[in-house]
């Protein structure tokens, strides 16, 4: 079993920042992939960003340029950097930890993006 908590949500200005964070733990697997999805009301959920272990990245094209995901091995954490956010970055934002079949989710982070 892996658990899988995110932190850092909540409500920022247009053109503010933010910084996620998603810790996991338990049964950890090395080699994984850690990313992070959205879900904004009556959207379907989306891939934002993922980054496997080695550090390899991948962005959807609306945040590219304006968020950057990270991670810390020894942490089994990941980030996301948030910068220039804007209403439509609005969502529940949720982690995910995948590893040889495994799939796990957090709970989901709400960020808010409103003048």
């Known amino acids: 079993q892996v658990q899988v908590v995110e932190s850092g949500g909540g409500s920022v200005q247009p053109g503010g920042s933010l910084r996620l964070s998603c810790a996991a733990s338990?049964?950890?697997?090395?080699?994984?992939?850690m990313s992070w999805y959205r879900q904004a009301p009556g959207k379907e959920r989306e891939l934002v960003a993922r980054?496997?272990?080695?550090?390899?990245?991948n962005y959807a094209d609306s945040v590219k340029g304006r968020f950057t995901i990270s991670r810390d091995n020894a942490k089994n954490t990941v980030y996301l950097q948030m910068n220039s956010l804007n209403s439509e970055d609005t969502a529940v934002y949720y982690c995910?930890?995948?590893?040889?079949?495994?799939?796990?989710w957090g709970q989901g982070t709400q960020v808010t993006v409103s003048s």
């Open positions: 338990g049964s950890i697997f090395r080699l994984n992939t």
């Open positions: 980054i496997i272990t080695g550090g390899s990245t």
């Open positions: 995910r930890w995948t590893a040889w079949g495994h799939d796990y």
